[in-house]
C-alpha cells in the first residue's frame, strides 16, 4: 500500500462562483493520469472509492417518516357495555406508558472475525435480504460470507487488478462489482459465476457503483471524472454524464430510483435527474474539502457525505439551494476514503426509534453517532489499521466493517454493557474463522 496521490491546491470559490450552473462543465482541477496498459498497482490509500422533544423528531425526520397511529374502533358489543357497570372491569381503558426513553449510547460487541483476504478490504455491504456479507479487496477478489455463521460461501475471481466496489440488486441474487481494471462485472451469487460480458466503457479506474431499486440501471463512477447509467440487460451505457473535474468518488440512487448522486474530489456534490441526465442541485461546503463518499439517507431526503477533513455532514438537498444541516466529528479521514451507513436504535417500534450514522476511522475505530444530537453513542475498537466500509444490517441489530487489516468484522448490539471491568474481561471473545494468509499451516511430516 501506497499513500494517496497528493492532490494540487485548491485553489478558493470567489463569492461570485455559480456552481449551481449544471449545464456548463465544471472548471478543471486536476489532470487524471491514465494508468500504464499494465495491470496498475492497487492503491487503497491514493484511491477516491465508495469505500457513505426536538431529538426525536429530528431523528425520525433524517431516517424514515413517522406512520400515523391505528384508528382503534369505538363500536362496543352489548355486553361490553353491560360490564361497564362490573368492579372487576375499568371503566375506560388503560392509558399506555410515555414510552422507552431515547438512549444516550450504544452497546454494539465483536462476533465474528472473518479472515481470508491477502490485501486490505476495501468493501463491505450486506445482502439486501440479510443473508449474506459481500466483501471486495485489493487482492482481486471479492469473497461471499454467511451473515449467521460466518462461513465462507464464494470467492469470485475474474478481475485483474484490486476491486474498490460493490454494489448488490435489490433481490440479493446479483452482486455487481468495480474494478481498477476498469470493468465493471455481474456475479451470479448462487453458483459464484461471473457474468459473460463485462460492463466495458470507462478509460480509468472504477471507484464507485450502484444499483437501482428495481435492479435494471446501474450508475457508475470513475477516475475518468465521469457517471456512467447502465442498462443492465443490456451491459452498455445508456448515459454518461460530465459530472465532474477531478475522480468521481462516489454515487447513489434514491430510494425510488428518480434520482443520482455523485461526488468528487474536486469537492462538489451533484444531485441528477436520472431520465434526463439533468443536474438538479449542486452542493458544496466553505471548506472545499475533496467528498470521497456519498449515500442518500433512507427516507431519501438528505445527503451524506465523507469529506477528507475528518468530517461526515448531511446535506438538505430540497430546500433553497442545498444546506449542510450536520456536521459529525470525533473520527479521523484525511488520507483514506472511508464510508459508512444509517441504523437505527431504541427499544421499541417507532416513533421509540432513533438513527445514528456509522463511519470508520483511519485510527481503526468504529464511530456511532445520533442523526440529531451529533453526540458520539458508541466507539468501537478491534480493528488494527484503517477501517474504510461500514454497512447496516437491513433488519436486525447488526454491523459489517472492513479494512486495511485484511479482515472483516460482524457486531451485534448486545442488551447492556458488561457491569464490571472483570466481567467485560470475562466476556466471550469473538469467534474466528481460523484462517490466516500469512500463517502456514503445520507440516504434518516434521519430527517431532
Excluded at 363500536?75 to 399506555?96: A, K
Excluded at 457491569?419 to 466476556?427: C, V
Amino acid at each position: 500500500m501506497v499513500d494517496r496521490r497528493n492532490s494540487p491546491p485548491k485553489r478558493r470559490r470567489d463569492d461570485h462562483d455559480n456552481h449551481d450552473d449544471c449545464d456548463s462543465p465544471p472548471p478543471k482541477r486536476s489532470a487524471s493520469r491514465t494508468p500504464p496498459n499494465a495491470s496498475p498497482q492497487y492503491r487503497l490509500a491514493a484511491r477516491p472509492r465508495r469505500y457513505s422533544g426536538q431529538d426525536g423528531e429530528d431523528s425520525r425526520r433524517y431516517y424514515r417518516e413517522e406512520p400515523s397511529p391505528r384508528s382503534r374502533s369505538q363500536s362496543r358489543t352489548r355486553s361490553e357495555s353491560r360490564s361497564r357497570s362490573t368492579p372487576d372491569r375499568p371503566s375506560t381503558p388503560p392509558q399506555r406508558g410515555p414510552g422507552p426513553a431515547k438512549p444516550t449510547e450504544l452497546h454494539y460487541t465483536p462476533t465474528f472475525i472473518l479472515r481470508g483476504h491477502k490485501k486490505g478490504v476495501s468493501a463491505v455491504k450486506f445482502s439486501p435480504d440479510g443473508r449474506w456479507i459481500a466483501s471486495c479487496s485489493a487482492d482481486c477478489t471479492i469473497k461471499i460470507w454467511d451473515a449467521r455463521t460466518g462461513k465462507l460461501e464464494h470467492t469470485l475471481e475474474g478481475h485483474l487488478a484490486g476491486i474498490s466496489t460493490i454494489a448488490w440488486s435489490h433481490d440479493s441474487k446479483i452482486l455487481a462489482s468495480g474494478s481498477d481494471d476498469k470493468s465493471i462485472r455481474l456475479w451470479d451469487v448462487s453458483t459464484g459465476m461471473a457474468h459473460p460480458t463485462p460492463f466495458i466503457g470507462h478509460h480509468n479506474y472504477v471507484y464507485s457503483i450502484a444499483f437501482s431499486p428495481k435492479g435494471n440501471m446501474l450508475v457508475s463512477g470513475s477516475y475518468d471524472e465521469a457517471v456512467f447509467l447502465w442498462d443492465v440487460r443490456a451491459a452498455r451505457v445508456m448515459r454518461s454524464l460530465p459530472a465532474h473535474s477531478d475522480p468521481v468518488s462516489g454515487v447513489d440512487f434514491v430510494r425510488d430510483g428518480t434520482l443520482i448522486v455523485s461526488c468528487s474530489h474536486d469537492g462538489l456534490i451533484r444531485v441528477w435527474d436520472t431520465a434526463t441526465g439533468q443536474c438538479l442541485r449542486t452542493l458544496v461546503h466553505e471548506d472545499n474539502a475533496p467528498v470521497t463518499s456519498v449515500i442518500f439517507s433512507p427516507n431519501g431526503k438528505y445527503v451524506l457525505a465523507w469529506t477528507l477533513d475528518s468530517c461526515v455532514r448531511l446535506w438538505n438537498y430540497i430546500e433553497g439551494k442545498g444546506k449542510c444541516v450536520k456536521t459529525y466529528q470525533g473520527h479521523k479521514n484525511t488520507n483514506h476514503s472511508l464510508a459508512g451507513a444509517f441504523g437505527t436504535y431504541g427499544g421499541g417500534p417507532p416513533p421509540h426509534q432513533w438513527a445514528f450514522v456509522a463511519s470508520g476511522s483511519e485510527s481503526g475505530d468504529i464511530v456511532l453517532w445520533d442523526v440529531s444530537s451529533k453526540n458520539v453513542l458508541q466507539r468501537l475498537s478491534g480493528h488494527t489499521d484503517a477501517v474504510l466500509s461500514v454497512d447496516m444490517h437491513p433488519t436486525e441489530k447488526l454491523m459489517v466493517s472492513g479494512g486495511l487489516d485484511r479482515t472483516v468484522r460482524i457486531w451485534k448490539e448486545s442488551i447492556s454493557p458488561p457491569q464490571s471491568a472483570l466481567e467485560a474481561a470475562a466476556a466471550e471473545p469473538p469467534r474466528t474463522n481460523g484462517f490466516d494468509p500469512e500463517i502456514l499451516p503445520p507440516n504434518p511430516f516434521a519430527a517431532a
